[in-house]
């Protein structure tokens, strides 16, 4: 069995050579980074932090939905902030989006990110 891409329509296009995610053959998902785009103006949501963490965690989901999975499936996700000083904004929004859902996770403060967003968040499920 093959490798098998996901394509969401609810999810912004990509904008590089990449799959939105990939299922191995073993059913688990690996998500792109996602940004805070939103796939309806191809925009970013805002600049507001909380809000681009959103935007992410929803345009992740539409890509788990369209795999036939959705958050409670999320075994591992990275933040990526371009500053670390958004972390507790960030995780506000981020505990309560997953819930009583706890994946594993890594986030941490790179140089720069696509488009100058705040964060982007990447995903594998199963």
């Known amino acids: 069995m093959k490798n098998k891409v996901i394509s969401a329509k609810k999810?912004?296009?990509?904008?590089?050579?990449?799959?939105?995610a990939v299922q191995a053959n073993n059913g688990m998902l690996f998500i792109s980074g996602q940004l805070p785009i939103d796939p309806t103006t191809g925009e970013f949501v805002s600049k507001d932090i909380k809000e681009q963490t959103l935007q992410c965690l929803k345009n992740a989901q539409a890509i788990l939905q369209e795999a036939g999975m959705d958050i409670e499936n999320v075994c591992k996700?990275?933040?990526?902030?371009?500053?670390?000083?958004?972390?507790?904004?960030?995780?506000?929004?981020?505990?309560?989006?997953?819930g009583d859902i706890k994946p594993a996770r890594s986030a941490f403060e790179v140089a720069c990110l696509p488009k100058n967003a705040k964060v982007e968040i990447e995903m594998?499920?199963?």
Do not use: Q, R
């Open 124 to 126: 594998i499920a199963a």
């Open 11 to 20: 999810a912004p296009i990509a904008i590089g050579p990449y799959s939105h």
């Open 77 to 98: 996700t990275t933040v990526f902030l371009s500053d670390i000083a958004y972390f507790g904004e960030m995780n506000d929004v981020y505990a309560h989006f997953f």
